[in-house]
Every structure is written in C-alpha cells, then in structure tokens.
C-alpha cells in the first residue's frame, strides 16, 4: 500500500518530534538539589548615612574614629558645619560609638561641637558635647536599637 507523499512527511515529522522532545526532556531535568540554605546574617551591615559636624568655634583639628577606623581627619577646619557621607557598622545593640577629639586655639573659650547621624531610613540623631580648656576628647554615642 503506498502513501501520500504528505502523510509520509507527517510520519516524519512525528518520529523526529518524538525524539526531539524525549531528548530535551533527558537534557533539561535538574539534578537532585541539596536544599537551599541562605547566604549567612551577617552580625553587623554597614549603611550608608551622613555625620554632621557642627561647631560654634573653628577646630585646629578634628578627628573622628569608629573603633581602630578613622572616619574624619581634618587639620584644619574652614567651614563651622559639614557634612560626611560615611558607611558605617551598626552593631546589632544599635549602639554606634564615635570617638572625637578636637582641639582649638589657646584663646577659645569652652564651646560646643554637635554630630548628627543620618543613617538611611532612620530618623536623625544629635549629641551635644562642650570642650573644656581648648579641647574635647570624648566619646559620643548614637542609639539605633530601637529603630529598625
């Protein structure tokens, strides 16, 4: 018995997509998977935010410290506020500590110098701190924890 010529071509075509469609099945399967665990928390992130620096006297000199990193070291001021984009660590206490030291000419009288710390989606803090004698070494602490 013979066939048409254009049901010979769809026998064909079935057999090569009989076979085209078993072989992307065998190549395409993955394999057992371990399951999948997420990448580690770290304990603390760093986030962007900006220091502002406000002072009611020009510094000889600034510097600012987070732990054994310095953030800010300037020795000379010219401007009596200013603003630092920094990436800091908020520990997960929410606690961030910085370490400032300042020093003004002989003549200064005791005076203030207020950082605020914007970190990103969380509200501003200030700390006010006074100078005694033309100089300020002190340790300035910002209170994160309970926003989140």
């Known amino acids: ?12 075509l079935a057999g090569v997509f009989a076979a085209g469609f078993t072989t992307f099945v065998l190549t395409t399967r993955s394999p057992a998977s371990a399951p999948i665990t997420p990448p580690p928390v770290l304990l603390e992130d760093k986030k962007s935010m900006f220091l502002t620096v406000r002072c009611a006297h ?6 600012i410290r987070q732990g054994q990193s310095i953030l800010v070291d300037i020795s000379s001021c010219t401007e009596f506020m200013t603003e630092y984009p920094l990436d800091l660590t908020i520990p997960d206490s929410g606690k961030v500590r910085l ?16 950082l605020t ?7 501003a803090q200030a700390v006010t701190h006074w100078s005694i004698d033309h ?12 926003e989140q």
């Open 58 to 63: 020009l510094p000889n000199s600034l510097v």
């Open 1 to 12: 018995m013979f066939y048409s010529p254009l049901f010979q071509i769809c026998l064909v």
């Open 99 to 114: 370490h400032v030291s300042v020093s003004w000419s002989n003549n200064t009288p005791e005076t203030p110098i207020t």
């Open 135 to 146: 100089r300020l070494n002190d340790v300035f602490t910002f209170d994160f924890g309970h």
């Open 117 to 123: 710390l914007e970190p990103e989606s969380q509200r």
